[in-house]
T-cell receptor, first 109, second 113 residues
């Protein structure tokens, strides 16, 4: 079967760094996406990894290891507005996205 | 219109009724998707369309149908609604099917009683 695992909830402090992990087992792999979703809103794109390694984009970075079926999203200099759910999604061999249930990130002052 | 829109924003529906959720994009994207999002579960693909005139079934297609008569519109129809179809429905689009960022509409919150 296809499976995407992420922690259900994480808490971090404003100004700190947090790492959100995602492990996957899917039928094929054509890339991994991270999306951000604020409560009551639509998901918005954060990053896309297709090759192993780290992709940096401002305060956010995403890492992929295809051999380990593992990715993480790193958020630096946390701000209160970063309180949201973070969704990991893998593009399978049919180019369809398989989504994790999301990690709710709570930022405390 | 800017981006992707959905209508209605929310709806309460009696079981057994027919309902069409509308989705329109103005980005001239080739691919469009319908997802449902339920608490504790990831987004699940209902139906998709890689290009106008074609559609395909996703992970949870039963009880739903779609059409793609043109590039911009991708309506989702519930022929006879059941309570288990209570969910938040998101429409999304991408320039191409595969390896491309998906843009999401604001969602439709549907309650079936």
């Amino acid at each position: 079967g296809q499976n995407i695992d992420q922690p259900t909830e994480m808490t971090a402090t404003e100004g700190a760094i947090v790492q959100i992990n995602c492990t996957y087992q899917t039928s094929g792999f054509n890339g991994l996406f991270w999306y951000q979703q604020h409560a009551g809103e639509a998901p918005t794109f954060l990053s896309y990894n297709v090759l192993d390694g780290l992709e940096e984009k401002g305060r956010f970075s995403s890492f992929l290891s295809r051999s380990k079926g593992y990715s993480y999203l790193l958020l630096k200099e946390l701000q209160m507005k970063d309180s949201a759910s973070y969704l990991c999604a893998v593009e399978d061999s049919n180019y369809q996205l398989i989504w994790g249930a999301g990690t709710k990130l709570i930022i405390k002052p | 219109i800017a981006g992707i829109t959905q209508a209605p924003t929310s709806q309460i529906l009696a079981a057994g009724r027919r309902m069409t959720l509308r989705c329109t994009q103005d980005m001239r994207h080739n691919a469009m998707y319908w997802y449902r999002q339920d608490l504790g579960l990831g987004l699940r693909l209902i139906h998709y369309s890689n290009t106008a005139g074609t559609t395909g079934k996703g992970e949870v297609p039963d009880g739903y149908s779609v059409s793609r008569a043109n590039t911009d519109d991708f309506p989702l129809t519930l022929a006879s609604a059941v309570p288990s179809q209570t969910s938040v429905y998101f429409c999304a689009s991408s320039d191409r099917a595969g390896g491309d960022e998906q843009f999401f509409g604001p969602g439709t919150r549907l309650t079936v009683l």
